[in-house]
């Protein structure tokens, strides 16, 4: 069965560039999405259809996807963004999801 | 306004089946292309796709849970049934619905229901 794989963690300073990754067999054939879930929160969408923005996301939040990897990047990282981040693509009408990352920021 | 929400019970032992609902508003489950998914979240963990069903009653599980799981729909009552069977300790979780769109990502999601399995 098709496989995401996210790094546990991730850390960056306030103002910082964060990057994070989602690795799968040739991924960029793939629509990405990405969800940031604070605790005790239903996940949000941040990232949908690899780089598009829902509104009302800030325009901090990015994204990319090409060969086997997509990233998450957030340009000016806040205290606020940290979270959980989770990948999620379809695969033959079925969800899969990536085993998250954890966002610090400090 | 889309809004989804479950329901079910809080805690159930080893062996029971889990039976939970998924009441919605503001779209149709008949509106083509339109789905409506089931998510877990074990404690401290990652998030888990469960099951969907589609606008048409075709519906999709997750294949290593796909022998215990069962979903349906009442239109009627914009509800989403979602039943597993042979719960067990790991099974402790929040479940989530989530609606979709063309295979699209999850916009609308509920708030989540705790469920405990525990003897």
């Known amino acids: 069965s098709y496989e995401l794989t996210q790094p546990p963690s991730v850390s960056v300073s306030p103002g910082q560039t964060a990057s994070i990754t989602c690795s799968g067999d040739?991924?960029?054939?793939?629509?990405i999405c990405w969800y940031q879930q604070k605790p005790g929160q239903s996940p949000v969408v941040v990232i949908y259809e690899d780089r598009k923005r829902p509104s009302g996301i800030p325009e901090r939040f990015s994204g990319s996807n090409s060969g086997n990897t997509a990233t998450l990047t957030i340009r000016g990282t806040q205290g606020m963004d940290e979270a959980d981040y989770y990948c999620?693509?379809?695969?033959?009408?079925?969800?899969?999801f990536g085993g998250g990352t954890k966002l610090t920021v400090l | 306004q889309i809004t989804l929400k479950e329901s079910g019970p809080t805690l159930v032992k080893p062996t029971q089946t889990l039976t939970l609902t998924c009441t919605f508003s503001g779209f149709s489950l008949t509106t083509t292309g339109v789905a409506v998914n089931w998510i877990r979240q074990p404690p401290g963990k990652a998030l888990e796709w469960l099951a969907l069903?589609?606008?048409?009653?075709?519906?999709r599980y997750s294949p290593s849970l796909k022998n215990r799981l069962t979903i349906t729909k009442d239109t009627s009552k914009n509800q989403v049934v979602l039943t597993m069977t042979n719960m067990d300790l790991v099974d402790t979780a929040t479940y989530y619905c989530?609606?979709?769109?063309?295979?699209?990502?999850?916009?609308?999601w509920g708030q989540g229901t705790l469920v405990t399995v525990s003897s």
């Open positions: 040739k991924l960029a054939d793939k629509y």
């Open positions: 989530a609606q979709s769109v063309t295979n699209g990502p999850f916009h609308y």
């Open positions: 999620q693509t379809w695969d033959r009408s079925t969800v899969i």
């Open positions: 069903i589609y606008w048409d009653d075709d519906n």
